[in-house]
T-cell receptor
Framework: DQQVKQNSPSLSVQEGRISILNCDYTNSMFDYFLWYKKYPAEGPTFLIS?????DKNEDGRFTVFLNKSAKHLSLHIVPSQPGDSAVYFC???????????????FGSGTQLTVLP | DTEVTQTPKHLVMGMTNKKSLKCEQHMGHRAMYWYKQKAKKPPELMFV???????INESVPSRFSPECPNSSLLNLHLHALQPEDSALYLC????????????FGQGTRLTVV
């Protein structure tokens, strides 16, 4: 059972326009959410995060919105640039049962292509 | 230094070989992780170490054996692997319980022949 879902496997946008990537989760124990960007054969690179006590976090061109009641978050990239083309993973964090570390659960990813 | 270093970058091994993957970080993080990623799939958690102790083993077969010799190093010992174990193996680290990002290494691309 997927606890973190990204229902759009791919998204294409024109350069300069807004990219909106969506993510849904089911586990109410998740209290921290992250977006990672990934190129093939490389490790994920952290982009932006949001705590469950907030509904918005902004960092330059990247903004993450959290709707806790709907268990939904989204990543907005404005303006989109060709260099943003990559796979974007949504991840949700929770403490493990022993309380000694945190655990990330990833969504299936969305391939973003920004067209020049 | 916000780097997680993994070696080797690429590894080809036979099904009877024994090899090890290595991971190192110097950020003072006390939680370290091994993930496995197959093509076009998300990273899947294999092991979690917290304060050098194994905290989570996500039902990983015994042919994968993790080891955390100290707070900066994490190894994954491989023995008698199967071709279906071919994947990108990712190491990550984070502060143990704080709400902050995990840092990932570049991964080891493993091919079992």
């Amino acid at each position: 059972d997927q606890q973190v879902k990204q229902n759009s496997p791919s998204l294409s946008v024109q350069e300069g326009r807004i990219s909106i990537l969506n993510c849904d989760y089911t586990n109410s124990m998740f209290d921290y959410f992250l977006w990672y960007k990934k190129y093939p054969a490389e490790g994920p690179t952290f982009l932006i995060s949001i705590s469950s006590i907030k509904d918005k976090n902004e960092d330059g061109r990247f903004t993450v919105f959290l709707n806790k009641s709907a268990k939904h978050l989204s990543l907005h990239i404005v303006p989109s640039q060709p260099g943003d083309s990559a796979v974007y993973f949504c991840a949700a964090s929770t403490l493990i049962s022993s309380g000694s570390a945190r655990q990330l659960t990833f969504g299936s990813g969305t391939q973003l292509t920004v067209l020049p | 230094d916000t780097e997680v270093t993994q070696t080797p970058k690429h590894l080809v091994m036979g099904m009877t070989n024994k090899k090890s993957l290595k991971c190192e970080q110097h950020m003072g993080h006390r939680a370290m992780y091994w993930y496995k990623q197959k093509a076009k799939k998300p990273p899947e958690l294999m092991f979690v170490y917290s304060y050098e102790k194994l905290s989570i083993n996500e039902s990983v077969p015994s042919r994968f054996s993790p080891e955390c010799p100290n707070s900066s190093l994490l190894n994954l010992h491989l023995h008698a692997l199967q071709p279906e174990d071919s994947a990108l193996y990712l190491c990550a680290s984070s502060p143990a319980v704080l709400n902050t990002e995990a840092f990932f290494g570049q991964g080891t691309r493993l091919t079992v022949v």
